[in-house]
């Protein structure tokens, strides 16, 4: 049975450092490393390779002792590393990945360091707020020959998979616009990230995912991106917390054609809303229109005293869920922890997947992997930054502002109406 620990050695064994312990970790990190505790993952080009959970890095370690406390036999037996220099601690102890799942302005540093300590690492999206940190990072990539890749588990979603198979093939012929949404609840602005909410807005939390889609399955160039939001709730109505944002982005494509993009998201859902969160999106091309509705994707529960608080009415059972196997197993799976499974496995090619002397090559293959891949990610930082700046231009009072991605004057360009002065986010071309 698939639950019993493990009975032979791995070939091989990667150590995993984790960074942060919130909520992704109970969905997605934990399962996953709960699982190759008891039984190694296989690939022919390296055999069987075991991920250990070598340490956690916390602020306060609380949560870490809260997990230790039930983990058990679980996961192997790790060390928990406090604030200050918790990332620094967990370097020492010695791990060949760091996966970095802190609150969204928060991933830069830790995952600097961990780069330039020479350690693979996965970083939770957004992968980093501005251009400036991107280059930073890829280029420490580079020079200590290691993967820095990015966690955007909804390409990996069966229906998007669907998506970008069509697009590919051909089937679907030149996107012309669509929308997306994705809503939260109040109990992620009012709980779960509260701590961290200053200053914050949902579109980063959240539109980077369908900006991922977007930019990774129709290709072409950003040219521009404007955004509105609404203030009030989870802050002053006048102040630089939002609740709800609203970002267009215009991408040209070789053909000279272009395509524009809305983004709706919102923390500020009532918690009682039949699902977790709202995730629908609509692509018009020139042949065909692709709907996708990631909630209702045709299960609908009710039961008494439980639905919609603890358990939902519709449920995404394909992102990351409990199940009893019909093999009377129990598992956690979904395309959440399968972008976890997969990233472990592009270190395990990387490390093990042939002779030494080749390692490069597969670095650099691996590399090429534009779905997770940081230097990859450039229009979705570009789209970010360009985002994060517009807003927190608004909350000063100047409304209204649109960043033009390589103009004449530079890589992202800050316009503000009124002023004939652009100003110069990031120089070089995105
Ligand atoms: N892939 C996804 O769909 C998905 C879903 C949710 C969250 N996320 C991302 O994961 C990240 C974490 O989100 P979450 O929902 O787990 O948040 P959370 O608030 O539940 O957890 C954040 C954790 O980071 C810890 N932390 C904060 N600052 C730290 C520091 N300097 N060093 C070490 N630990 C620190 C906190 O103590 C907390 O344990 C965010 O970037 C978020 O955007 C991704």
Redesign the pocket.
């Known amino acids: 049975m698939e639950n019993s620990s493990v009975r032979f050695p791995a070939n091989h064994q990667l150590r995993a450092g984790m960074?942060?312990?919130?909520?992704?970790?109970d969905?997605?990190y934990r399962p996953f490393l709960e699982a190759v505790h008891r039984r190694p993952f296989f690939h022919p080009a390296y055999g069987s390779c075991q991920v250990a959970l070598a340490g956690i890095?916390?602020?306060?370690g609380k949560?870490a002792e809260a997990y230790q406390q039930v983990a058990h036999e679980k996961v192997a037996p790790f060390a928990i590393l406090k604030?200050p220099n918790?990332?620094d601690q967990l370097l020492d102890i010695g791990v060949d990945f760091v996966c970095i799942?802190?609150?969204?302005n928060?991933?830069f540093?830790?995952a600097r360091a961990a780069l330039a300590a020479g350690k693979h690492v996965l970083i939770?999206?957004?992968s980093v707020l501005s251009l400036q940190e991107l280059d930073e990072l890829v280029e420490l990539a580079r020079r200590e020959k290691v993967l820095a890749k990015i966690?955007?588990?909804?390409l990996l979603d069966p229906d998007h998979k669907k998506l970008q198979t069509f697009v590919a093939d051909g089937e679907l012929c030149h996107v012309n616009n669509g929308y997306c949404n994705l809503l939260e609840p109040k109990a992620?602005s009012g709980g779960?990230?509260s701590?961290?909410i200053e200053g914050r807005n949902p579109g980063t939390?959240?539109a980077v995912?369908y900006i991922k889609l977007i930019d990774f399955t129709f290709g072409g160039k950003l040219k521009t991106v404007s955004c509105t939001g609404q203030r009030g709730l989870v802050g002053a109505h006048d102040g630089p917390t939002w609740d709800s944002t609203q970002l267009r982005l215009v991408y040209e494509y070789e053909s000279g054609r272009e395509a524009a993009f809305d983004i709706h998201t919102s923390w500020v859902t009532p918690d009682n809303f039949p699902g977790w969160v709202e995730q629908e999106v609509q692509f018009r091309f020139d042949n065909g229109v692709w709907n996708g509705h990631s909630r209702r994707r045709g299960v609908e529960c009710t039961i008494e005293g439980k639905t919609p608080l603890d358990i939902k009415i519709t449920l995404n059972n394909h992102y990351s869920g409990t199940f009893l196997e019909p093999w009377g197993d129990r598992s956690h799976r979904g395309y959440?922890v399968e972008?976890i499974e997969r990233f472990a496995h592009e270190v395990a090619m990387v490390e093990y997947g042939g002779d030494e002397a080749d390692r490069d090559a597969r670095l650099d293959e691996i590399r090429q992997l534009d779905y997770n891949e940081l230097a990859a990610d450039r229009q979705v930082v570009a789209a970010i930054e360009a985002m994060e700046t517009i807003l927190a231009r608004r909350a000063e009072g100047i409304e209204d502002c649109i960043v033009r991605v390589n103009d004449k004057q530079g890589g992202l360009v800050l316009h503000t109406p009124g002023s004939a002065e652009a100003e110069v986010l990031y120089g070089p071309t995105v």
């Open positions: 960074v942060g312990v919130g909520m992704i970790f969905e997605t890095a916390s602020r306060t949560r604030e918790a990332i799942a802190t609150p969204d928060r991933h540093s830790a939770e999206k957004p966690v955007y588990h909804k992620i779960q990230f701590e961290w939390y959240v995912h959440g972008a």
